[in-house]
């Protein structure tokens, strides 16, 4: 059993930044894909940003990319998202999840296994 515990949203003005965490249990933190999904009311839940299991490979939404930058401390057990440059659109319910089968990142939903609770990000203009 994996659980995953999001911190650091919050408001913030537009151009501002905030750095997400994802603390995780468990004694093999290092054998889990991590990524970084959020969703907007009304939308469904989409990829922004996910990391191989020893953080050499990164991958970005298309939407994030330059902006954000996702980042992992295997010894701390914890997954990280720095978000520069925020806007509007950026305004989401944030989650953390673990997909302890695949060994590449992959940007579906459905293939994670454990989640987070979520935590608000809302950026004003």
């Known amino acids: 059993q994996v659980q995953l515990v999001e911190s650091g949203g919050g408001l913030v003005q537009a151009g501002g930044s905030l750095r997400l965490s994802c603390a995780a249990s468990?004694?093999?933190?290092?054998?889990?894909?991590m990524g970084w999904f959020r969703q907007a009311p009304g939308k469904e839940r989409e990829f922004v940003a996910g990391i191989s299991m020893s953080g050499g490979s990164t991958y970005y939404a298309d939407s994030v990319k330059g902006r954000f930058t996702i980042s992992r401390d295997n010894a701390k057990k914890t997954v990280y998202l720095q978000m520069n440059s925020l806007k509007p659109e950026d305004t989401a319910v944030y989650y953390c999840?673990?997909?302890?089968?695949?060994?590449?990142?992959?940007?579906?939903?459905?293939?994670?296994?454990?989640w987070g609770q979520g935590t608000q990000v809302a950026v004003s203009s």
């Open positions: 999840a673990a997909d302890v089968r695949e060994i590449v990142v992959v940007t579906t939903a459905s293939r994670y296994d454990y």
């Open positions: 468990g004694r093999t933190f290092s054998r889990y894909t």
